[in-house]
């Protein structure tokens, strides 16, 4: 049974940094894709970044890159967002998710992700 926890979310001001973690457990695939995701109120839930099991690959939403770093830790079955240079649109509940199989182009699609987190709450004043 998969399961993950997020952690690290909170209130910080523009400008600042977060780092949030996601702790899995019961991730046994021979290959996943992990990702990122965000939901701010009242909006759909967006793609934030996904990486491959092997940690070989990434992809960042444009609105991201350059200030926010994916990593995974295999060791410690932990997934990691560093998060830089916060702006007020970055508030949100960040999810994290496990897709099992190969990376397909539909990446960025959260319902093609069939295990989630419970989310951690970011918020970014200006």
């Known amino acids: 049974q998969v399961q993950l926890v997020e952690s690290g979310g909170g209130l910080v001001q523009a400008g600042d940094s977060l780092r949030l973690s996601c702790a899995s457990s019961?991730?046994?695939?021979?290959?996943?894709?992990m990702g990122w995701f965000r939901q701010a109120p009242g909006k759909e839930r967006e793609f934030v970044v996904v990486?491959?099991?092997?940690?070989?690959?990434?992809y960042y939403a444009d609105s991201v890159k350059g200030r926010f770093t994916i990593s995974l830790d295999n060791a410690k079955n932990t997934l990691n967002l560093q998060m830089n240079s916060l702006k007020p649109e970055d508030t949100g509940v960040y999810y994290c998710?496990?897709?099992?199989?190969?990376?397909?182009?539909?990446?960025?699609?959260?319902?093609?992700?069939?295990?989630w987190g419970q989310g951690t709450r970011v918020t970014v004043s200006s």
């Open positions: 998710a496990v897709r099992a199989g190969r990376t397909l182009a539909d990446f960025r699609v959260p319902s093609v992700y069939g295990y």
């Open positions: 019961g991730v046994t695939f021979s290959s996943y894709t």
């Open positions: 990486i491959r099991w092997s940690g070989g690959w990434t």
